[in-house]
T-cell receptor
């Protein structure tokens, strides 16, 4: 596709429900990022993949959060036993180059998934 | 204290005005500085990308970085109603550091 695609765009979950958020990065992009954006705040880093390898998951807020990118393209962010504080927009971004390369280039963001936990 | 501070606004200006948006930061390791524009219910879109100190101009947009003061700015000339959005500054460290640190964003409203 032309850009980073995320689905669903909106998700309402009951507290305690598990959710899965999908990201389709730009074809051929090595790096994939997940960010969390609370209302009125800037995005905050959650996790980073270089191809299928999860190189950094230091931003995941708890062990209820899990991300994968098994074939180095599509990624899924899973949240188990959702809580109200998980309500936010979850943004996926991809970039052409991998970490450690001189010019990582622009990170392209998807439109995000707005998660509301009720 | 946050690593990156940004006035949340909102900032309201008349069409045609020059807009100045700013961020301060505390981490001297930051080397790459970016400005993103985010329309309501959309993802951030990169406007300007600058390495180290200096100025960069692209059309109506000028980005300035002053590393000695840990201060970055985005200027928008001849502002248009279509510029109304939230502007996010973002920065990261050296080449091997991929993690972007964002400011909280400034809401801009350009009145026709």
């Amino acid at each position: 596709g032309a850009g980073v695609s995320q689905s669903p765009r909106y998700k309402v979950a009951k507290r305690g429900q598990d959710v899965a958020l999908r990201c389709d990065p730009i074809s051929g992009h090595v790096s994939l990022f997940w960010y969390q954006q609370a209302l009125g705040q800037g995005p905050e880093f959650l996790t980073y993949f270089q191809n299928e390898a999860q190189l950094d998951k230091s931003g995941l807020p708890s062990d209820r959060f899990f991300a994968e990118r098994p074939e180095g393209s599509v990624s899924t962010l899973k949240i188990q036993r959702t809580q109200q504080e998980d309500s936010a927009v979850y943004l996926c971004a991809s970039s052409l180059a991998g970490a450690g390369q001189e010019d990582q280039g622009e990170a392209f963001f998807g439109q995000g998934t707005r998660l509301t936990v009720v | 204290q946050k690593e990156v501070e940004q006035d949340p606004g909102p900032l309201s200006v008349p069409e045609g005005a020059i807009v100045s948006l700013n961020c301060t930061y505390s981490n001297s390791a930051f080397q790459y500085f970016m400005w993103y524009r985010q329309y309501s219910r959309k993802g951030p879109e990169l406007l300007m990308y600058t390495y180290s100190s200096g100025n960069k101009e692209d059309g109506r947009f000028t980005a300035q970085v002053d590393k000695s003061s840990k201060y970055i700015s985005l200027f928008i000339r001849d502002s248009q109603p279509s510029d109304s959005a939230t502007y996010l500054c973002a920065m990261r460290g050296m080449d091997s550091s991929y993690k972007l640190i964002f400011g909280s964003g400034t809401r801009l409203l350009v009145r026709p």
